[in-house]
């Protein structure tokens, strides 16, 4: 009986629209709140929804973790190269946003598949699906998404499964698009806060903040200044604010798309860690010295995009 209820319970909060929801899980106990049963645009939930890469996976390469694309292949191109990219021994992973905003977005989903890389799910990669699953469903495609008729089944199935978040535990370092409320475990984060927070606002307690809408812009402060660890957090989308060297995470959407610069955070292999005197994983809060995290950008080569605030 108890079980049942608790499914109507569901059903009825999943029936909720979504903003709804999200304003409901911002105030109740979390022990009351329904899992999360669909992302914030209401499509399937990649598996896993958090991904880890272990020590197995990672080989031992360095690490590139790269900024928001945003369709610049020949950007991309240039900053694998000069991070001296191996490819079979090295792994890159993206913070999210692929696509949209730039020229050639399904040529740079074919250039990160094409290496290997993994990406996070982004806000803009997470509308690309949207509007992808809505072209199949109602045939209508919107003019400004014309590049996903390049993708093919396996660039779909590629956005299908971004994880909304990656952990990397041998350097203690997580990777999410846009950020994370500090203070709240990984499982009982929002997915749309992780791929569209930027700020934060205090909320009643001590040490407990809740994610700000975009608008008003105005109060709290930026995410990463008040983040204490313990993982150093990999973030990007917030352009307007290029490189955020903060303690324990680090911003690299340098504004590539915007005509600025593409930057990764390039992390050395394991045997390096041990031979720095570094444990894996790491113990305590760690900071970008503190695992040989060094940054590369590259020049965009023009301006894409006019600067805006998405
Ligand atoms: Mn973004």
Request: charged residues 20%; hydrophobic residues 35%.
């Amino acid at each position: 009986m108890g079980a049942s209820l608790c499914k109507i319970a569901e059903t009825a909060f999943n029936l909720l629209p979504r903003n709804l929801q999200n304003f409901a899980r911002s105030r109740l106990p979390r022990a009351t709140i329904p899992r999360q049963a669909a992302t914030p645009s209401g499509l399937a939930l990649p598996s896993p929804v958090h991904a880890t890469l272990t020590p197995a996976e990672l080989g031992d390469g360095q690490i590139i973790v790269i900024g928001d694309v945003h369709g610049c292949p020949v950007e991309l191109n240039a900053l694998l190269d000069k991070c001296k990219f191996q490819q079979g021994s090295d792994k890159v992973v993206f913070v999210g946003d692929l696509v949209n905003k730039g020229e050639q977005s399904a040529e740079a989903v074919h250039l990160a598949r094409q290496i290997g890389g993994i990406s996070v799910r982004g806000n803009h990669d997470e509308m690309a699906l949207e509007r992808y699953e809505m072209w199949k469903k109602c045939g209508r495609l919107d003019p400004k998404y014309k590049y996903l008729e390049q993708f093919s089944e396996e660039d779909v199935e590629y956005f299908r499964q971004m994880p909304f978040s990656l952990s990397i535990p041998s350097h203690g370092v997580l990777v999410v698009h846009a950020g994370i409320v500090p203070g709240t475990p990984l499982e009982d984060q929002l997915l749309d806060d992780l791929i569209n927070m930027r700020h934060v606002g205090a909320e009643g307690g001590a040490n407990r903040y809740k994610a700000l809408p975009k608008f008003p812009r105005s109060a709290g402060q930026p995410w990463a200044n008040i983040y204490n660890g313990p993982q150093h957090v990999i973030f990007g989308h917030h352009a307007r604010r290029r490189l955020q060297p903060c303690r324990f995470a680090t911003g690299i959407d340098t504004g590539c798309v915007l005509g600025d610069q593409l930057t990764a955070v390039v992390l050395p292999p394991v045997s390096k860690l041990r031979s720095m005197g570094v444990a894996s994983p790491p113990t305590g809060s760690v900071t970008m010295e503190s695992i040989g995290g060094q940054l590369v950008s590259v020049r965009a080569k023009r301006c894409y995009k006019a600067e805006d605030n998405d």
